[in-house]
């Protein structure tokens, strides 16, 4: 029999198995076969990440090094990401089954996060205050948080690392870095390239392993300082009543429901893109996912005839191959919590207008879905599916499409798409999501800050802001009169 690949995590600066021997497997969604195996963190390996974390807080190496220095190794580590960003993406398809195409693309555009957050590296400012008390010179610097726990999903996992390690690096923290237990040889790989960067050991640490035995030691460990999660809200919700051990300050990136817009003087074929775009891009496999069409009614079988037409000449299937639009599904779960939601639309009315089947054979392939509802309790309208399945649904007004719009816990992201600009602006500012894209769909940039409102979480990431979140503001006193401080029992 032949040896699969093996995966170890990085702690301490050094490659290491899991203390208790604990070995996992990672299957190849594309072909239903076991590909790999990796190690396993325990109780007593969090413990050595974290240790680790919390001392190099406190050695020269790491804490007396000049921002610019820390902005160098950063964008030292952009470099190579962009480098490898080939060989990371064949990776990350094998064990997730994204499309080559888009992971290989993607993993190159991250290293510009990180060189964003090199060149601010050193931006991290402080102020001197007008003070209203004489003789008193008061001015504040911003230090590192801290000890940095960092969870990351599987479906955009170099992403959303670069979003979360970035700015904490630039800002001078430790980060211990949880890989999903599903799929992580991208993020363990990734490791070999921290190390190449230069980083001091301990400065991060990269391990996976279950929520009993990892995750959650983890997040109730009471040296760490900040957690940064990605994921699901049930998760998030452990994540919290972990966090109260430590105090740590939490920021949570959750799940969506996400609207998209479309009214009648919208674009059609622009439309349809944005839709198709929303919906299919990654199999659907997007916290974003613009899983709800909301159409004007007077272009409704206009844009969904469109729409359809696009669905029927995806090409679905092996996602190494450069003709592919759309792989299979990361678990075999998502397909059976699929078929179980579309059983039940349909019970409720809905009707599916393209698609509603996995595909038969190896693999975990689903067709990509068109269900038409006829009202916004549908179950494909109310539950995060994170695969390829659109729910459309026609309004009337523009009030009409804006309370269905908000008809929903999340609101992570949403869309509008029209010719009209007073429109767009009305719309999009009564919209409750954290991002909205006017006239295109699922753009990302450094430069932009992303989040959302309600259960889609709390907190930001990418953009300016972000450092300043892995910094503690630090107020400084100084008196500067020649004369000594006055007896405080005394009173003049």
Known sequence: MTKLPHFQMFIDGAWSEGHAGQVMTTRNPATGKDWATFACAGPQ???????????????????????????????????????????LGLLETTDSGKLLSETATQTAYVGDYYRYYAGLADKIEGAVLPIDKPDMHVFTRREPIGVVVAIVPWNAQMFLTATKLGPALAAGCAVVLKASEIAPAPMLEFARLIEEAGFPGGVVSVITGDAENCAIPLTRHKDVDRIAFTGGPETARHVVRNSAESFA???????????????????????????????????????????????????????????????????VGDPTDTSTHMGPLCTDAQIARIVETLAKAT??????????????????????????????????????????????????????????????????????????????????????????????YRAISPIAPFGGYNHSGYGREAGIDAIRDYTCTKTTWINTSESPMANPFVMR
């Open 45 to 87: 390996d969090v413990e050595r990440a974290i240790s680790a974390a919390r001392r190099v807080l406190n050695d020269a190496a790491w804490r007396d090094m000049t921002q610019t220095q820390r902005g160098k190794l950063l964008y030292r580590l952009g470099d190579l990401i962009e480098e490898n960003s080939a060989a």
């Open 249 to 315: 300050v939490t920021t949570l990136e959750l799940g969506g429901k996400s609207p998209i817009l479309v009214f009648d003087d919208a674009d059609l074929e622009g439309a349809a893109n944005g839709l198709i775009a929303g919906n299919f891009g990654a199999s659907g496999q997007s916290c974003v996912a613009g899983s709800r069409g909301l159409i004007h009614r007077p272009i409704y079988e206009a844009l969904v005839a469109r729409i359809a037409e696009k669905a029927t000449n995806i090409v």
């Open 347 to 440: 019970a409720q009315g809905a009707k599916i207008r393209f698609g509603g089947a996995p595909l038969s054979g190896a693999g975990n392939f689903m067709v990509p879905t068109l269900v038409e509802c006829e009202n916004h309790d549908v179950e494909t309208l109310q539950v995060e599916l994170f695969g390829p399945i659109m729910s459309l649904i026609p309004f009337d007004t523009e009030e009409e499409a804006i309370a269905l719009a908000n008809c929903t816990p999340f609101g992570l992201g949403s869309g509008v798409f029209t010719q009209n600009l007073a429109r767009a602006h009305r719309v999009s500012s009564r919209l409750k999501a954290g991002i909205c894209w006017v006239n295109t």
